[in-house]
């Protein structure tokens, strides 16, 4: 054994972690697509079913592009069906509305709690919980009382279901960010800043966030995809949105429907692809460059000398 | 985290100026003074969540204890103890663990072969995308899609008696059965295992890898004291996530299995939409009053092993 | 922090005491409508306590709106129905909210919708949901009340049959043969195949097939358990499919035989002629179970003149030709027929029913009912 180390120390450090650095990304990198692989093709083999139906010849042999076709031609589908385009608007309202909330209300707590009132980290986490122990029938005829009220006041508008939304998205959105946070010695952080003279505003946002960037961007994926994917609560308070839409205009033609449920979440997936170039850090350049999401104060000496 | 406790007093002397005097009760009630300060900066999420989440839930609990005309009674309550009823927790639960556990492991899996892609990269960003939408992907359409797949007439189920002579439906329907209902809340678990599990995986330093390589570790021994200790609350985190969202789902399940209600959210629904027997709104109220409770003593056994784990591998 | 948790559930039982205790005050499209002669659209209890129909229609132009839920447009032809209203009435936006709600759903929406303008104007109920929830019913007789037989409405015009028919097994005729009766259901060629619309603890609809299974098997009005008997044996041979079909799963063959009201399946041949599916209908001979569905109108509807009108036209000669035309037998047939308005060629198309079709009374059904609640899922494991 202490030959072995008398060995190792011989040689150069770097020297001998790159050979073991690079045959373990090899390693990873065979591992990653393997992985990838095979859960990929059994996530796309419904989807794959979907588009199978979708393609049938009326004639029952051979494939026709027809449904499609008829999709494509947004224009007459918009004339045909003025309820899609009403719970497409319904929908983008409710994403913009519900992620905003969710971004404003959540984040800043859950850091606030996590610094200031520790003893409230196990009841937040019950009440996080708690939305998704509810099924969605029972929490419409709960609701009710309290969406009459919204509706004096703000209108029976779809855009309002933005409230009940951001309820339900609290458990995803809150364990992403918790996982987040786990990651990021948050006291430390903020200890320091404060020493440094920032106000607690700017901990959250100029200290915390940055650091947190990977789990606010799940906890945002999560709240659109939800929203844009939600169905029951909206349709038992007679509200319209993308998915109602939908399911309304699938009870004219069933290739139709199935057809726009693949091309929503065609659509949704693509808004995920380009919210997730927000995600992406610019490369800083200087001594800090290198693993893009290590922890870094954004507040940096140069602008500490300006205040 | 540990050092919660040692540092609140810190923070919180250096809010409140030191010239006030010492006596124990100054102090206690300038502690109370700060804690009310801090309590303000929960305010507008409390008063979301009370009107929109606190208060429903308490209609819940207060209609589970009423019945048709307003009246307080327990029936609703004992009627939970119906052997029907009784069943039906226990293969809710017995789902939404399995899946939970599942969901957890491949997604956990998946969530790591991601993390070790370049950053930026378009694995990264396809798969956290497709996962992002997968997840919330369910209802009659995923029944309908599954069905299309694994069913009688599904493309796979045809395929498999085709080239490999194997019958999956020689012992009866599966899909639409328990086993069914596994692979299919499996398909939305994994997706979601991996968009909330993958903030935790990102924040594992490279230099703790290279450090424990450097110190003459093996991979197995970077896993058991390092990352995993770092990882194991948000992954005992998640599975919990995971078991809520099987707990409650059903409009898949309402598609797949539309007789005989086997799982405690159809059986509210049965309770609340039925139009052959009417009158049973509050028996669905007790019912998800039962969820509540169950997912309330999961969520207590998260906590307890959750303290436990971090004490043993400290 | 118990202080806290305190100050915390007062605060929300405070909360919870206010909103529920009082209700917003409701909107005041409701009352400040169409009044005429002294009398709002609210409380007429027909048209001519308005001043006569165009008093009526008057009216519910001005409301300008009309809710109606729980109507799929391939269901008793409901899609043609509202396109014919929107047509004739082109200053009413119909709102069509909620198309696979079941009737108690209906109720359930207008309890929750309570004020609110978006909440259902009028209803399409299942006649035990009817039955249950007369209290929320605004009476009102349609010009051809009299019609309409004594024993298909309430006196008082709170809740009238509208449409009707008879279940039947519809079925794919290119992938399975053609059933003579209801046990033919048992045979080997129909394994993994057969699809009931719904729990029969649930939905009408496969209570009616339960119903009608137990007719065909010995049973009666006041005696369903056959039927459940029937059903176990169906599942034990493997034939039994627990999947909801839908237009969907009947297109892609995913239930090739489903057990629904004859107009749906007739709907679905309609629907899917010129594919390689040849959707045919059957009603069992000498099991013939009828079941008619009840048209009511809110008593808080949010646009009562247009609900009003709603109801007008669909027990007007073309409402009910409309529903004719989707392979419903509507409630005035025989009036029709009488006077020679009846549309000949669809009531030709209707399936043929051979035997006394049985229509339960309210004490037989909740009978069935208490009978499925305890066997239903206990026999069906």
């Known amino acids: 054994m202490a030959e072995l180390t008398a060995l190792r120390s011989q040689v150069p450090p770097a020297q001998r972690r790159a050979p073991l650095a690079r045959r373990r990304r090899r390693r990873q990198a065979l591992q990653r697509w393997v992985v990838v692989t095979v859960l990929g093709i059994f996530f796309l083999l419904p989807l794959y079913a979907m588009v199978e139906f979708t393609t049938r010849a009326p004639s029952g042999s051979g494939r026709t592009l027809d449904v499609w076709r008829t999709l494509a031609d947004v224009r007459s589908l918009a004339d045909q069906y003025p309820d899609l385009l009403d719970g497409l608007v319904a929908s983008a309202e409710l994403v913009l509305l519900t992620v905003a909330l969710m971004l404003v209300l959540l984040v800043p707590t859950m850091i606030w ?195 | 985290m540990t050092s919660d406790a040692a540092s609140a007093p810190a923070l919180r002397d250096r809010a409140v100026p030191a010239a006030v005097g010492t006596s124990s009760g100054g102090r206690r009630g300038r502690r109370l003074a700060g804690t009310a300060a801090s309590l303000l900066g929960v305010v507008p999420f409390g008063l979301l969540v009370t009107f929109f989440l606190v208060i429903p839930t308490l209609v819940v609990v207060i209609g589970s204890f009423l019945d048709a005309g307003n009246r307080f009674t327990f029936a609703n309550v004992r009627g939970l103890t119906e052997d029907v009823v009784v069943q039906a927790y226990a293969r809710s639960v017995w789902i939404s663990a399995v899946t939970a556990v599942l969901g957890a492991a491949f997604g956990a899996l998946l969530a790591h072969a991601v993390s070790t892609a370049a950053p930026g990269g378009v694995l990264r960003r396809v798969v956290t995308a497709a996962c992002g939408v997968l997840a919330q992907f369910g209802g009659v359409t995923l029944a309908f899609a599954f069905l299309a797949t694994f069913g009688f007439t599904g493309f796979v189920t045809v395929w498999l008696q085709h080239t490999f002579g194997v019958d999956p439906y020689g012992a009866g329907g599966w899909l639409t059965d328990t086993p069914g209902l596994l692979l299919v809340y499996t398909y939305f678990q994994i997706p979601l295992m991996v968009v909330v599990f993958l903030p935790a995986l990102d924040g594992l330093r490279p230099q703790w890898r290279e450090a424990t390589e450097s110190l003459g570790g093996s991979t197995w021994a970077y896993w058991r004291h390092v990352a995993g200790p770092v990882l194991l609350p948000s992954f005992l985190g998640s599975m919990l996530l995971l078991f809520a969202n099987a707990f409650s789902a059903y409009a898949t399940a309402k598609a797949l299995i539309s007789q005989g209600s086997p799982i405690v959210p159809l059986k509210i629904d049965a309770a609340i939409s039925g139009e052959v027997i009417t009158g049973q709104d509050n028996i669905g109220k007790a019912m998800a009053l039962g969820m509540v409770v169950v997912v309330a003593i999961v969520l207590w056994l998260y906590a307890r092993l959750q303290r436990r784990t971090s004490a043993w591998l400290s | 922090m118990r202080l806290f948790s305190l100050a915390a559930v007062a605060l929300a039982g405070a909360g919870l005491a206010a909103v529920s205790a009082c209700s917003p005050p409701t ?355």
């Open chain 3, 27 to 381: 909107s005041s499209t409701a009352s400040s409508s169409s009044s005429s002669g002294g009398v709002s659209a609210a409380s007429a209890t027909s048209a001519q306590a308005l001043g006569g129909m165009d008093a009526l229609v008057a009216a519910a132009n001005k409301e300008g709106a009309l809710n109606v839920i729980a109507l799929p447009p391939d269901w008793a032809n409901y899609g043609a129905v509202i396109d014919a209203f929107k047509q004739k009435y082109p200053q009413i936006k119909v709102t069509s909210a909620q198309p696979d709600a079941s009737s108690k759903d209906e109720i359930n929406a207008a309890n929750t919708l309570n004020g609110q303008p978006t909440a259902p104007d009028v209803f399409d109920l299942g006649q035990a949901v009817a039955n249950s929830s007369t209290a929320m019913f605004a009476p009102y007789q349609v010009a051809t009340f009299g019609d309409v037989p004594p024993n298909l409405k309430d006196p008082n015009g709170l809740w009238v049959n509208d449409y009707g028919g008879y279940m039947s097994i519809g079925y794919n005729s290119k992938v399975v043969p053609a059933p003579a009766t209801v046990a033919d259901l048992l045979k080997p060629e129909y394994k993994g195949k057969v699809a009931l619309n719904g729990d029969p603890t649930q939905a009408g609809a496969a209570f009616g097939g339960v119903m009608m299974a137990s007719l065909a098997n010995g049973g009666s009005a006041d005696d369903i358990s056959p039927g459940v008997e029937f059903f176990k044996k169906l599942k034990a041979a493997g034939n039994f499919l627990p999947v909801d079909p839908t237009p969907a799963t009947i297109k892609a063959g995913q239930t090739p035989v489903v057990i629904d009201w004859d107009y749906l399946n007739v709907g679905q041949a309609k629907a899917l002629q010129g594919t390689n599916i040849d959707w045919k209908a059957v009603v069992p001979q000498n099991a013939v179970y009828g079941g008619y569905y009840a048209q009511a109108i809110n008593k808080q509807a949010p646009h009562p003149a247009a609900a009003r009108l709603w109801e007008e036209f669909l027990y007007s000669d073309q409402g009910q030709n409309l529903w004719l035309a989707g392979g419903a037998r509507p409630v005035r047939a025989d009036a029709m027929t009488k006077a020679g308005t009846v549309d000949k060629t669809s009531l030709q198309a209707l399936p043929p029913a051979t035997g006394t079709p049985v229509l339960l009374t309210q004490a037989q059904s909740d009978k069935a009912a208490a009978f499925l609640k305890d066997n239903w899922a206990k026999s069906l494991g």
């Open chain 1, 113 to 307: 709690v996590r610094l200031r009132l520790p003893w409230l980290r196990r009841p937040m986490e019950f009440v996080c919980l708690l939305p998704l122990t509810v099924p969605a029938i029972v929490l419409v005829v709960v609701l009710a009382p309290v969406y009459a009220w919204v509706a004096y006041f703000l209108g029976p508008a779809s855009w309002t279901l933005c409230f009940a939304y951001a309820i339900l998205v609290l458990p995803f959105a809150y364990r992403a960010l918790d996982a987040g946070l786990q990651a990021v010695d948050v006291r430390t952080l903020s200890e320091a800043a404060r020493s440094l003279g920032a106000g607690w505003g700017t901990v959250i946002t100029r200290v915390v966030l940055p650091n947190i960037r990977s789990a606010v961007l799940s906890a945002s994926f999560l709240s659109v995809a939800l929203v844009l994917g939600e169905f029951t609560v909206a349709n038992l308070l007679s509200r319209t949105n993308v998915q109602v839409a939908i399911n309304l205009l699938g009870k004219r033609d069933p290739s139709i429907s199935v057809a726009v449920s693949l091309a929503a979440l065609l659509i949704a997936f693509a808004l995920l692809l380009v919210l997730s170039l927000a995600g992406i850090r610019r490369r800083r350049r200087g001594p800090r460059a290198g693993r893009t999401d290590e922890p870094v104060l954004a507040v940096t000496p140069v602008s500490l000398e300006e205040t």
